[in-house]
């Protein structure tokens, strides 16, 4: 049985889809921002600030390289690990890749009702829409290359129906 990888922008739906995906499927839901805290010890916003955010991506690699050895696994990747190192090869070499597409203007209000300052690439930024269509138009070449584009308000069992005859 194939991994899945949930690919996208912050607040795209990864962690939520991801979760109801893996309940249909039967699969493992695992996301990468929680196995990074936990392998550091410290929450994202806190390694972005004391260790920079090359650090970061060294880590973020490596705990996504590490996944490989689960099976049946739903992953809800951090939003820009595939954009660094040979993520996104590594991401569609061991399973089936998914990027949640959704438009910046709803990614914006998802991120202002959430009331959290967890998403460090973002915080601060004057225009939050711009913000997030900037990251879009660089992150895009990566997402592209997915096995699949959904868009954000895809229903999870839409999605398995699509991903469970290539398991």
Do not use: W
Not at 110 to 117: P, S, T
Not at 128 to 155: C, H, M, N, V
């Amino acid at each position: 049985m194939k991994n899945i990888f949930l690919i996208g922008l912050p607040s795209s739906g990864k962690s939520t889809l991801g979760k109801k995906l893996a309940r249909i499927l039967d699969y493992r839901f695992v996301d990468m921002d929680k196995l990074i805290e936990k392998d550091q010890h410290m929450t994202i916003h806190e390694i972005f600030t004391q260790k920079g955010e090359p650090y970061f991506r060294e880590v973020e690699s490596r705990i996504l390289k590490n996944t490989i050895e689960n099976r049946r696994v739903v992953i809800a990747t951090g939003g820009g690990a595939p954009c660094f190192f040979d993520n996104m090869d590594f991401i569609k070499k061991n399973g089936i890749s998914i990027f949640l597409d959704v438009h910046h203007v709803e990614l914006a209000k998802r991120i202002q009702n959430h009331g959290k300052d967890d998403r460090p690439l973002l915080s601060g930024a004057a225009s939050l829409e711009k913000e997030l269509e900037q990251k879009y138009q660089q992150r895009l070449p990566y997402y592209s290359q997915a096995d699949y584009t959904i868009s954000g308000d895809s229903e999870a069992s839409q999605l398995a129906a699509i991903v469970r005859p290539l398991l």
